[in-house]
C-alpha cells in the first residue's frame, strides 16, 4: 500500500510540473489547438511516468556447493502464525482517497442523470438548421454529446443565432468527450490542486476556442454581449459546456488579443526535455543480480554424490571444448570400476549438463533416482503441485515432501498446497509428525493430492460444546376483536412483572420465561382490559371488547393540548417481540425511518405506535407495506421535534409557548420539515416549522390586486395555491403596475411564477389531483359527500383540450382518488340523485383546468374519465 501511496504522490508531482509548464509558455498565447492536446496527454502520461522501471543487473559467478549424501529434518514442524492485521497511518489516507473518488464519481452521475433527465422531457425543434433540445427549465444553454439544450425562454433572445452557433460547434468537435476524459482522471487526484486546475484549463480552453471561431463568423462585440446577457442563468452541472461558463472576463480577454504565436514552435519542443526529466527522476529504479553459467560446466555425479565443481580431478579438464565422457571416467580414475554411465541435458540450453557414473562400489537401492538416471535415459522434469489434507478433508500446513533417494524436498504451506519440481520417474514422500508416511510414485503426473491418516501418536483437541437452554415456559396465541378481526399492537404482559411482548400485524404473540406464567394481562387502546389464567397451556387465543371509547382502525390526533391517563395503568414492556416469518413479516418505521426489526427497542423509549394495514398500508409504502406497516416515535424524537422545531406566525419568528396562542384566532396551521422548511424560511427552520396563519392575516386592506398566475389572470382564492410550488412572487404597485396590465392593475399586481409540474404516468396524474383538490365548504357544512366524474380530453400536444360531464366511446379511466373531510353537522348518505353534487364537480373540474402539459402516452388524442370519492368523517 505504501507503493501506491508513492505512485500516486509521483504522478502528481508530473501533473505539476506540467502545468506549470502550460501556464509559462501556452495559457496566455492562441494555441488552442495544441493545448486542446497538450492538457489531456499530459493528464494521461502522469499517471504513465511512475509505472517506468529501468532495471539494471549485476551478474556474479557462481558458488559451488558442498556435496552431501544426507539431509537435515525438523521432527516437529511448527507452524508460523499469521500477523494480525492492524491499521496503519496509510490505511487512513488510503481510506480518505477512496472516499473522495467515490463522492467525486457520485457528483458527476448526478450531473450526467440531470443533463439526461432535461433532455428527455424536452422537445426537439429545429433551429438554424440545427436540431434543438428545448426545455420549460430556466437553465443555461448547453450542449450534451450530440445534444443542444436551450431554454424555452431563450427563444425570445434576439442573439439567438449566435447561441446556436456556438452550442453547434461543441457539437460538431464533440467537446463533451474531452471534458468527461478530464473528469475520469480527475477523479483519482481529486487532492491534487494542478489537477483541479488542469481540468478547468482544458474547459476554458475549449471556450476559448469556440469563442475564436464564433467570432470569425459574427460580430465580436455583439457576441460579448450575448455572453454578459446569460450570465445569469444557474447552471445544470459545471461538466457540461456553455455559452455564458465560468472565466468570462478572461475569455473577453482572450478575443480580443491579437493572434500572435511568436517562437511557437520552440515553446512546443521545451515539453521534450521537460518529459524527458519527469522520467528520469520519478520512473522506478530496479537493480537485479544474475549467476552466471558457463556454457560448458558439467555436474558429475558417482554412485549418487555431486562431486564439487573444484574437485581437483576436475578443475584440469576443459570442459569448454566439448564433452568427453572417458576423460571424466580417466581423469577420476575409475576406468576399472565403471558399471554404467550416462550423460543428461535439461530442456532448458542455460542448464548444465549432468554425467552420472555408477561403480562396482555403488550398493544398489541406495538412491532410486541415481539409478533411473544412470541405468537409462532419465525422465523428464516436471513441476508438480497438489495439497495435502487429513481423513477430514482439511489441510495440513508443514508436511515435508521429498523426493526418494534425494535431498530435493519442499513443505507444504497453511492451506496444505505445495509445489516441487523432479523427474518424471522418481517418488515423492510426505512425512509430518502424528500422520503415517506415505509414498507416490509421480509416473507423469503433474498434480498430485494426498489424504494422509493419523498414526496413533496424537488425537485431535477436544471441543467443549455448551448445550444452549430455552426458557423453560412459553404460552403463544393469537388476540383478536369480538369480529375474528386480529388486534395489532396490543400489549401482553405476565401480571405481577415487567416481562411482557406486544402482538404482531397479525395479532399473533409469543412470550417465554423461567418463570411459571400463573396469570396474563392484555391492553389495547379502544378496548377493555381482560386477565386470563394460563392454567398451564401453551396456546392461549383471546378475544377483547370494544370499551366504546373509539374504534380503534384508524386514529388520527390534531392540535396541542394534555392528555389524561388516569384511566390508564402504567404498562412496562421490558422488550418488543414481533414473531412472524421473513415472507410475513411487517414493515417497522420507527422515527420516519425503515428498520430491520425492533427487538432492541424498549419499551419504555416509545411515545408512540401506530399500525397500518391492507390499502392504507400499501398506499403510502407501496409493495414494502403489503404485510402491514408499524409506525413507532420515540420519546427522543418526539421531544427533539417539538423542541426543535421553529414556530412561525405570520411569518415572523416566535419565541413563545405554542400553548399561548389562541386556538380562536388561529385560521391554519402548517408543518414544515427538511428542505421545505428552510426553503420558504432560511437556516432558523432547519429543524422544521410550525407556520401559523391567523384569521384575517389575508386581508389586503380594502383592495383586490391583480394576481398573475404564470402569465395569466387568476381569479381563484390565493390558499387555493400550494407554497411549495411557489417559484418566485414580484409585487407591481402604481404606475409600474398601470404600465403593463392597464386599469385592472389599478391595486396593484402579484406576479405568481409555480414550479414546473411533470406528469409522466397515471399515478403523477393521480398525485397531482390530490395534491391540489381540497373538500368545498359549502359541501362540508351541507355533510353533502359522495363520488363525482368528469372527462378530460387531450390534445395531441399534451395539453387539455376540454373538460365536460357527458361519456364518450373508447375513453380511459382513472383510477380513483379519495378526498376526506370533516362534517361539521353531520353526514348526509349521498341517494342515486344527489350523487353529483354540483360544489363537488366544479371542485374537480377547477383542478383539472390547472393541469399542466401530461406526457402519458396512452392518453395522447383521447377523453379520460377522472373519479374522484368525497368522504366525510365525523369528528
Not at 452521475?109 to 438554424?128: Q, T
Not at 412472524?580 to 411487517?586: D, M, Q, R, V, W
Request: aromatic content about 8%; charged content about 25%; glycine content about 8%.
Amino acid at each position: 500500500m505504501e507503493d501506491f501511496i508513492l505512485y500516486i504522490g509521483k504522478s502528481a508531482l508530473a501533473l505539476g510540473a506540467f502545468y506549470l509548464a502550460y501556464l509559462a509558455l501556452f495559457q496566455h498565447q492562441k494555441h488552442f489547438l495544441f493545448n486542446r492536446i497538450y492538457l489531456p496527454v499530459s493528464f494521461l502520461v502522469s499517471f504513465l511516468i511512475p509505472l517506468i522501471t529501468f532495471t539494471k543487473v549485476n551478474y556474479i559467478q557462481p558458488i559451488p556447493a558442498a556435496a552431501s549424501d544426507s539431509f537435515a529434518f525438523l521432527p516437529e514442524a511448527v507452524v508460523a502464525n499469521k500477523p494480525q492485521f492492524t491499521f496503519e497511518w496509510y490505511h487512513y489516507l488510503l481510506a480518505i482517497y477512496a472516499l473522495g473518488i467515490f463522492v467525486f464519481l457520485l457528483n458527476l452521475l448526478i450531473g450526467h442523470l440531470k443533463a439526461m433527465n432535461i433532455i428527455r422531457f424536452s422537445r426537439l425543434k429545429e433551429l438554424f438548421g440545427a436540431q434543438v433540445n428545448l426545455t420549460g427549465k430556466d437553465v443555461h444553454p448547453f450542449s450534451f454529446f450530440s445534444r443542444i439544450v436551450l431554454s424555452e425562454k431563450t427563444l425570445k433572445n434576439p442573439d439567438l443565432k449566435m447561441i446556436v452557433d456556438h452550442e453547434m460547434i461543441h457539437v460538431r468537435e464533440r467537446h463533451t468527450l474531452d471534458i468527461l476524459f478530464a473528469e475520469l482522471l480527475f477523479l483519482f487526484q481529486w487532492f491534487n490542486p494542478f489537477a483541479w486546475l488542469t481540468r478547468d484549463a482544458m474547459r476554458n480552453n475549449l471556450e476559448y476556442l469556440t469563442d475564436h471561431q464564433v467570432a470569425q463568423n459574427h460580430n465580436a462585440e455583439a457576441y460579448q454581449l450575448a455572453m454578459v446577457g446569460l450570465a445569469h442563468k444557474k447552471g445544470v452541472a459545471p461538466f457540461l459546456t456553455a455559452l455564458n461558463g465560468s472565466q468570462l472576463k478572461n475569455r473577453i480577454i482572450m478575443m480580443k488579443k491579437k493572434t500572435e504565436n511568436r517562437y511557437s514552435l520552440l515553446k512546443q519542443l521545451v515539453v521534450l526535455p521537460l518529459l524527458a526529466i519527469l522520467v528520469m527522476g520519478l520512473s522506478n529504479k530496479e537493480v537485479r543480480t544474475e549467476v552466471l553459467h558457463d556454457a560448458g560446466q558439467l555436474k558429475v555425479v558417482v554412485d549418487g554424490v555431486e562431486l564439487p565443481n573444484d574437485h581437483p580431478d576436475l578443475i584440469k579438464l576443459d570442459f569448454a571444448n566439448g564433452i568427453d565422457g572417458g576423460e571424466v571416467v580417466k581423469a577420476l580414475g575409475l576406468e576399472d570400476k565403471v558399471v554404467a554411465n550416462a550423460l543428461s541435458f535439461d530442456k532448458n540450453p542455460k542448464e548444465d549438463g549432468v554425467y552420472y557414473i555408477q561403480t562396482s562400489d555403488y550398493v544398489p537401492g541406495t538412491n532410486t533416482g541415481f539409478e533411473q538416471a544412470v541405468n537409462g535415459t532419465p525422465g523428464s522434469e516436471l513441476t508438480i503441485k497438489g495439497k495435502i489434507t487429513n481423513e477430514d478433508g482439511d489441510g495440513i500446513p508443514a508436511v515435508a515432501v521429498l523426493v526418494e533417494g534425494t535431498t530435493t524436498g519442499t513443505i507444504s504451506n497453511f492451506a496444505g498446497n505445495y509445489e516441487i519440481r523432479t523427474d518424471e520417474n522418481s517418488t515423492l514422500v510426505f512425512s509430518m509428525i502424528g500422520y503415517a508416511k506415505k509414498e507416490i510414485a509421480v509416473d507423469g503426473k503433474t498434480e498430485i493430492n494426498v489424504k494422509l491418516e493419523a498414526d496413533g501418536s496424537g488425537k485431535p483437541k477436544e471441543v467443549e460444546v455448551k448445550e444452549v437452554k430455552t426458557k423453560a415456559n412459553m404460552v403463544k396465541g393469537k388476540v383478536t376483536d369480538e369480529n375474528g378481526k386480529p388486534l395489532a399492537g396490543t400489549a401482553v404482559l405476565m401480571k405481577g412483572t415487567s416481562i411482557g411482548t406486544i402482538t404482531d400485524i397479525n395479532g399473533n404473540y409469543i412470550l417465554q420465561s423461567d418463570d411459571k406464567f400463573d396469570e396474563l394481562v392484555f391492553m389495547m387502546l379502544g378496548f377493555e382490559m381482560k386477565e386470563t389464567a394460563v392454567d398451564g397451556k401453551t396456546q392461549l387465543d383471546v378475544k377483547l371488547k370494544a370499551d366504546g371509547s373509539g374504534t380503534p382502525e384508524q386514529v388520527k390526533v390534531v392540535g396541542y393540548g394534555n392528555q389524561n391517563k388516569e384511566s390508564f395503568p402504567k404498562i412496562e414492556i421490558n422488550k418488543l417481540a414481533f414473531e412472524t416469518s421473513p415472507e410475513e413479516a411487517p414493515l417497522y418505521i420507527v422515527d420516519q425511518k425503515e428498520v430491520g426489526n425492533v427487538a432492541n427497542l424498549s419499551a419504555e423509549d416509545i411515545e408512540s405506535i401506530s399500525v397500518l394495514k391492507d390499502e392504507s398500508a400499501t398506499t403510502l409504502y407501496g409493495e414494502k407495506g403489503k404485510n402491514g406497516v408499524i409506525i413507532i416515535t420515540t420519546k427522543a424524537a418526539a421531544k427533539a421535534k417539538m423542541n426543535d422545531a421553529v414556530v412561525i406566525v405570520e411569518g415572523i419568528p416566535y419565541d413563545g409557548d405554542i400553548n399561548d396562542i389562541d386556538p380562536e384566532t388561529i385560521e391554519s396551521m402548517e408543518v414544515l420539515k427538511g428542505e421545505s422548511a428552510t426553503e420558504r424560511f432560511g437556516p432558523v427552520a432547519k429543524n422544521g416549522a410550525v407556520s401559523i396563519k391567523l384569521k384575517g392575516s389575508a386581508d389586503f386592506g380594502g383592495k383586490s390586486p391583480l394576481i398573475i398566475l404564470d402569465g395569466e389572470k387568476f381569479t381563484g382564492d390565493m390558499d387555493d395555491i400550494d407554497q411549495k410550488d411557489i417559484e418566485s412572487i414580484t409585487v407591481l404597485k402604481d404606475a409600474s403596475a398601470m404600465e403593463t396590465y392597464g386599469e385592472d392593475a389599478k391595486d396593484g399586481v402579484i406576479l405568481i411564477s409555480t414550479k414546473t409540474e411533470e406528469i409522466t404516468s397515471e399515478l403523477d396524474l393521480r398525485k397531482y389531483i390530490a395534491k391540489y383538490i381540497k373538500y368545498p365548504s359549502k359541501a362540508v357544512e351541507k355533510g353533502s359527500q359522495g363520488t363525482v366524474q368528469a372527462f378530460v380530453e387531450f390534445g395531441k400536444e399534451n395539453k387539455v383540450v376540454s373538460i365536460h360531464d357527458y361519456k364518450q366511446k373508447n375513453i380511459e379511466h382513472l383510477e380513483d382518488v379519495v378526498v376526506v373531510g370533516y362534517a361539521k353537522n353531520g353526514v348526509k348518505q349521498p341517494t342515486d340523485d344527489e350523487a353529483m353534487v354540483p360544489e363537488l364537480v366544479l371542485e374537480l373540474k377547477r383542478v383539472l383546468e390547472q393541469l399542466p402539459s401530461v406526457d402519458i402516452k396512452k392518453f395522447k388524442g383521447k377523453a379520460v374519465g377522472v373519479s374522484v370519492k368525497f368522504v366525510l368523517q365525523e369528528k
